[in-house]
């Protein structure tokens, strides 16, 4: 975590991929999760792993903005259905990712805070509404994401930025705690750098 931590330091200032840093929170997980771990106890393949969200997935505590001005300073108070399930699987959430404004859009760089860079040409943009999350996982910023998907804003910044983005099939995930685009289309899926 704190390798990632320091990646992202050198590295969003350029990419513009994070909205928002859960340094301290991210730290106090990993060691919690580090204790765990040397007493014995693992709650499976995520533990420990850092994992970035879309900003429009609501994490507890954290502002959570779906890349709106107009949710500049809005903290939920209950995690998304997906970050209770990752919680619980012991992956530490690193940080909220940058997004096209509400998911509507197909750039990732019209939000508040400015545009999402593909991290293989800083001229060109990732793509999709989660170009966020294609770019750190191109960049080595964290080692998965979860992202959201309603007319190919998983699937399009994958393979714009050559990282693995699945949707699963609508309703397969719930998106309870997510800022919607389409309420009937919305899927909630992960992005890695392999399928594996």
Known sequence: TEAYLNRIDTLNPVLGAFITVARDEALRAARRLEVEQGNGKSRGPLHGIPVGLKDNIDRAGLLTTGGSALFAERVPTEDAYVVERLRAAGAVIIGKLNLHEFALGGTSAINHVGPVHN?????????????????????????????????????????????????????????RGVIPNSLTFDAVGPMTKTVQ
């Open 119 to 175: 991290p293989w040409d800083l001229e060109r943009h990732p793509d999709g509404s989660s170009g966020g999350n294609a770019a750190v996982i191109a960049a080595d910023l964290c080692l998965g994401s979860l992202a959201t998907d309603t007319g190919g804003s998983i699937r399009i910044p994958a393979a714009y930025c050559g990282v693995v983005g699945f949707k699963p099939t609508y309703g397969r995930v719930s998106n």
